[in-house]
RNA sequence: GCGCCCAUAGCUCAACCGGAUAGAGCAACGGCCUUCUAAGCCGUAGGUUGCAGGUUCGAUUCCUGCUGGGCGCGCCA
C-alpha cells in the first residue's frame, strides 16, 4: 500500500517535470507515513512540504498541483490536503485488507525481509568473565544482545553470536584464590583471606566440588577436580569450567545461545597479542614510559595515551582487545555490534584508536557499539542489592526463578538501552492486567481460544472464504488492526537498522491493545459464514503478528492462559 | 575538573532517519461479564516534553549554554 502510494506521487512529479510546472532538476525522496490519526487518512506524505522551497510554490499550492496530477488508482479512495500541506491518502478497505491475505500466507516470514542480503554480522554481547553468576546487568546485555540478533536474521543477516571471556587474568587468579581460600576452611572474616576476594556462597561450592573430585562439563570445556587445595593452577582450572557451567545454565534457562565462546588466552596461545603489539610498534604509534609501553590514542582521539605494556611485563586488557577486534576484522566481519554495559563506555574510543593505529584499512567508528546503561531491582518499592547465590548482587537466575523468563526477557529488552532501568519484581511477577507481557501473550491466547470455539462448533476456518471476503472488514476498529499489522515489516526493519529492540516490545503493545479493543467491539462467532471466516481471518493474521513479534523478543506466545 | 548517557502526565515508559492535536500502562474517578477468556474493553481527568536561547514552513527529536541524576576518568576488566 505504501509502495503504491509512494509510485503514484513519483507519478505526478514525472508528469508535473514534463508539463515544466516543476524544475527538471528537482529531486525528491519521497517519504510516505502511517498517520497517527485516523482523520487524517491511512497514510500521509510530507511531499509538498519538502518540494515547496524548491519549487518556489507555497506548500498546500503545490499539494493541489500534485493531487492533480495523481494517477488513478482503485486502492486510494480518497486524498486530501490537510494542515501546512501534508497529502492524506485514505485506502480502500479491500486495499488495506490485503494485508491479512499477506500474512496468512507469509506466516512465520511475515515481517522477515532480505536487507542484510547475508552479509555477516558478529554480535559479541554478555562477555561475562567466569568469576561469578551472570548478574541483572549481564541479563540485559543478553536480552538486548539476543534479540538484536533475532532481528538481524529476521532481516536477511548472517549473524553470529559471540561470547569473549578472560579466563587467565588477574580476576581469575582472584577467583582461584577465593577458592582455595574456602577449602581450606578460611571464610571473608579471617585475617589471611585473599584481599579482594569473591564471597558469594558460589565460592564455597565450587570448594566443595573440588574437594570431592567433582567433573564439571561446560559449552567449551570439561574438567575434573583435583581436589589438591595447595594446588592453586588446578582449582583455578576447575574454577573456571564451574563457573562457565554456571553461566551457561544461566543463559539457558534465559533461552539464549552463542555460536562462538571466544578466549582471551587463545589471543596469547596463538601469539595474537604479541603480533598487535609487533605491528603498534612498526606503525610508530608507541612509546616508553616509566618503564610501560604506551599507545599513542590520543592520536586517533583519546582523550590520553593509554599503556600496553606495564612495567612488570604483562600486557593491560586493553591490549588482547585490540588483538581480539583485529580477529574479527580478519574473520571478515565488516559489521560487528558490541553490546556491553555502559561502564565501560570508555572502552570504545580506546579500541576504536588501537584499530586505527593497526593501519590495515579497518574504518573508522568500527565497530558498532550498544551501550546499555545500569539496572536498579527492586522489591516492594525497596531496591534489591543482595543474593544468596552471589553475594552482592541480583543474578539472572534469581529474576528468572521469581518472575519467569519471559517477563525477564521483556522487561529487560523493553526499555531503551541508553535509559537506566528499574526491574520491579513485584510489576514482573503479577499475573494481572499491569503486567505488559501478559498483555501481549492475553491477546495471542485470545485468538487461539477464538479458533478452538470454532472447531468445537464444527465451523472450522475456511482460508479461500476468509481472503474472498475481506472487504466485509470495515470497522473502525478491524482496519485500526490491519493497519497496524501492515506496519509491521517496517518497524521490524527500522528496529533492526537502529538497534533498538524496544521498538518491537512496544509495538506489540499497542498491536495488543488494538487487538483487544477489536475483540469487544466485533463479535467473530457470528452465523454468516461469510463475515465469521473473514474476521476469524484477520484474527488468526494478528496471532501470527503477536507470534513473530515475540519470537523476536524471545518470549512464548502461549495457546491459553 | 574532564568525557559519555539520561531528563516527557502523580508513577513506569513510548513517540517510526524533524511532521499535523506528544501517546500507552499503572495509580484516581465513572461505566461494561445469562453473548468468542474481565489477564479484557469504554469514558473522565491528568503536560510550558528540566531551564534559556538558536537552526526552519515545522523541534520531544538537531545545535549551544545551564540545572539535576547515572556511569566512567587504574600500569583493573
Redesign the pocket.
Known amino acids: 500500500m505504501k509502495d503504491t502510494i509512494i509510485s503514484l506521487l513519483d507519478g505526478a512529479i514525472v508528469t508535473l517535470k514534463h508539463q515544466g510546472v516543476l524544475p527538471n532538476d528537482i529531486q525528491a525522496?519521497i517519504?510516505v507515513?502511517?498517520?497517527?490519526?485516523k482523520?487524517?487518512?491511512d497514510y500521509?506524505s510530507?511531499l509538498a512540504?519538502?518540494l515547496?522551497?524548491p519549487a518556489g510554490k507555497k506548500?498546500r499550492e503545490l499539494a493541489e498541483i500534485l493531487i492533480a496530477a495523481l494517477p488513478q488508482d482503485a486502492a486510494v479512495t480518497k486524498v486530501e490536503i490537510?494542515?501546512?500541506?501534508?497529502i492524506?491518502f485514505f485506502a480502500a478497505t479491500t486495499a488495506a485488507a490485503q494485508v491479512v491475505a499477506q500474512v496468512l500466507d507469509c506466516g512465520d516470514a511475515f515481517g522477515r525481509s532480505l536487507i542484510g542480503k547475508g552479509e555477516k554480522v558478529q554480535v559479541e554481547f554478555v562477555s561475562a568473565?567466569p568469576t561469578g553468576p551472570l548478574h541483572v546487568g549481564h541479563g540485559r546485555g543478553a536480552a538486548i544482545g539476543d534479540c538484536l540478533c533475532r532481528l538481524l536474521e529476521a532481516t536477511g543477516y548472517d549473524v553470529t553470536r559471540e561470547f569473549y571471556y578472560?579466563d587467565a587474568?588477574?580476576?581469575i587468579r582472584n577467583l582461584a584464590l577465593s577458592v582455595q581460600a574456602r577449602a581450606k576452611g578460611l571464610g571473608p572474616e579471617d585475617a589471611s583471606w585473599p584481599k579482594d576476594g569473591y564471597r558469594g556462597q558460589y565460592i564455597s561450592d565450587v570448594a566443595d566440588d573440588y574437594l570431592a573430585g567433582a567433573s564439571v562439563a561446560a559449552d567449551d570445556r570439561h574438567v575434573t577436580a583435583k581436589g589438591d587445595p595447595d594446588d592453586l593452577d588446578a582449582i583455578q582450572e576447575f574454577a573456571v569450567a564451574w563457573l562457565r557451567r554456571e553461566q551457561d545454565l544461566d543463559l539457558k534457562a534465559f533461552g539464549v545461545e552463542f555460536d562462538v565462546y571466544f578466549l582471551?588466552s587463545s589471543l596469547y596461545e596463538e601469539g595474537k597479542v604479541e603480533e598487535t603489539v609487533k605491528r603498534l610498534v612498526e606503525n610508530g604509534h608507541t612509546y616508553e614510559?616509566?618503564?610501560?609501553l604506551w599507545l599513542r590514542t590520543t592520536a586517533f582521539g583519546d582523550?590520553?595515551d593509554?599503556?600496553m605494556r606495564?612495567?612488570?611485563g604483562?600486557y593491560?586488557?586493553?591490549l588482547p582487545d585490540v588483538a581480539y577486534h583485529l580477529n574479527k576484522w580478519q574473520r571478515g566481519f565488516k559489521t560487528v555490534i558490541n553490546e556491553q554495559g555502559?561502564?565501560?563506555?570508555?572502552?570504545v574510543t580506546r579500541v576504536r584508536a588501537g584499530l586505527q593505529a593497526l593501519e590495515v584499512g579497518i574504518p573508522q567508528g568500527w565497530p558498532d557499539y550498544v551501550?546499555h546503561?545500569?539496572v536498579m531491582v527492586t522489591r516492594s518499592g525497596v531496591e534489591v542489592k543482595i543474593s544468596k547465590r552471589a553475594g552482592s548482587y541480583v543474578t539472572v537466575r534469581d529474576l528468572i526463578d521469581e518472575v519467569g523468563r519471559d517477563a525477564t526477557r521483556f522487561f529487560l529488552a523493553?526499555?531503551?538501552a541508553?535509559?537506566?532501568?528499574?526491574f520491579?519484581i513485584d510489576l514482573a511477577r503479577s499475573?494481572?492486567?499491569?503486567?505488559?507481557v501478559?498483555?501481549i501473550q492475553?491477546a495471542h491466547?485470545?485468538v487461539?481460544?477464538?479458533l478452538?470455539?470454532t472447531q468445537d462448533a464444527g465451523q472450522d476456518f475456511d482460508h479461500d472464504l476468509a481472503l474472498a471476503n475481506l472487504a466485509l472488514l470495515e470497522s473502525d476498529q478491524e482496519k485500526a488492526v490491519m493497519n497496524r499489522l501492515a506496519?509491521f515489516p517496517?518497524?521490524v526493519e527500522?528496529a533492526a537498522k537502529?538497534r533498538?529492540p524496544?521498538?518491537i516490545a512496544?509495538y506489540l503493545?499497542?498491536l495488543a491493545?488494538d487487538f483487544?479493543?477489536c475483540?469487544?467491539?466485533?463479535?467473530?462467532?457470528v452465523e454468516d459464514d461469510t463475515l465469521r471466516n473473514a474476521r476469524l481471518g484477520l484474527g488468526l493474521a494478528t496471532r501470527q503478528v503477536l507470534r513473530n513479534g515475540l519470537d523476536l523478543m524471545g518470549v512464548s506466545a502461549p495457546?491459553?492462559?
Open positions: 525522496v517519504k507515513d502511517p498517520t497517527k490519526d482523520a487524517h487518512g500521509a510530507n512540504l519538502i515547496a522551497k506548500p490537510a494542515g501546512p500541506g501534508f492524506n568473565n578472560n587474568g588477574v580476576q582471551e614510559d616509566a618503564g610501560a582523550d590520553k593509554r599503556v606495564k612495567k612488570d604483562d593491560t586488557y586493553f555502559a561502564d565501560h563506555h570508555s572502552t551501550l546503561q545500569m523493553a526499555r531503551r541508553d535509559s537506566q532501568l528499574t520491579d499475573q494481572s492486567n499491569d503486567n505488559p501478559y498483555y492475553y491466547a485470545r487461539c481460544s477464538m478452538r470455539k506496519r517496517g518497524v527500522n537502529n533498538e524496544q521498538q512496544q503493545l499497542t491493545g483487544h479493543t475483540y469487544n467491539a466485533v463479535k467473530v462467532m495457546e491459553e492462559m
